[in-house]
């Protein structure tokens, strides 16, 4: 059995957090069991504000011991992590990172560091970011930061493919084997960048903009799902990478079809698996 275990954010209504990434994987062939961090009635980027709670780093172990009664942690063939509700959150998943691991020492754990973004209207707790710095993004096997979250892990400014280069090699020198940066603005006014430093190689995806009134939210949930599954259904990091790229494309063109915001994995599911966009990687 390929398990995932997916500890990130719940909302009741729309994609983002594990109400975003679980599908996708699933759709993918892949057993997945969220634990949630947060359990709101819709995203923090609503101007009608949210209702729910952040759950404590009590509750979320005690549902990892659940899991643990089964005896099924050499199942966890990856752990994926987004958005957390509290800094405490960031302890206890690198206990349960360690516990896995104990099971299965191959099991790939995958960090989205979600920091928050004011501009847009995420918003994280106080301490949250610096716990991600200090303690979960050392440990991961791969990471899945935007250019902002890879500037704050490496202190490196990003303006060119060189700065990625730096920025990656820095944040490699800190423990991650994989850098997925999802979103690099700063390289281009026309095209949406993203870049994935593995192996000492370094290779670059790009795809069309597309205009939103209002811009879809659970974009980087997506990404981080699609590589994860990816990879564990034996494609190279190249070939996840890639993959991903149009996939996204493909469901954010069906979104835009259909003049919605929240990004429609459903009905656009087919894109997941089979993207009608072929946009090549080119390597740099």
């Known amino acids: ?46 101007p009608q504000g949210w209702t729910g709670r952040a759950m404590s780093g009590d509750e979320i172990r005690e549902v990892f011991n659940g899991l643990c009664k089964l005896e099924c942690l050499s199942d966890i063939k990856a752990i994926v992590t987004g958005y957390l509700g509290a800094p405490g959150h960031s302890e206890v998943i690198a206990d349960i990172v360690k516990e896995v691991k104990q099971h299965n020492p191959d099991c790939l754990f995958v960090c989205d560091p979600v920091m928050g973004d004011p501009a847009k209207g995420c918003i994280v707790s106080d301490g949250v970011a610096e716990n991600l710095i200090d303690i979960l993004l050392p440990m991961a096997d791969v990471i899945v930061p935007n250019q902002y979250e890879l500037t704050q892990f490496t202190g490196v400014e990003i303006n060119s ?39 000492g190689e370094y290779y670059l995806a790009q795809r069309p903009h597309l205009p939103f009134e209002r811009q879809p939210v659970g974009v980087g949930d997506l990404i981080s799902a699609l590589y994860t599954a990816g990879v564990l259904n034996e494609k190279t990091p190249q070939q996840a990478f890639e993959h991903l790229n149009n996939a996204v494309y493909g469901v954010l063109k069906a979104t835009k079809a259909q003049g919605e915001w929240e990004l429609q994995t459903i009905a656009a599911q087919e894109e997941l698996v089979a993207p009608t966009a072929s946009y090549k990687l080119e390597k740099f």
């Open 161 to 199: 493919l060189q700065d990625v280069k730096a920025a990656c090699t820095k944040a490699h020198g800190k423990g991650p084997q994989t850098i997925v940066a999802k979103h690099l603005h700063s390289l281009s006014d026309q095209a949406f960048s993203m870049a994935l430093s593995n192996g």
């Open 1 to 46: 059995m390929k398990g995932v275990l997916s500890i990130q954010s719940h909302v009741t209504y729309g994609h983002a957090g594990n109400s975003c990434a679980v599908f996708p994987m699933q759709r993918s062939g892949l057993e997945v069991w969220p634990i949630y961090t947060v359990q709101f009635s819709n995203h923090t980027q609503y």
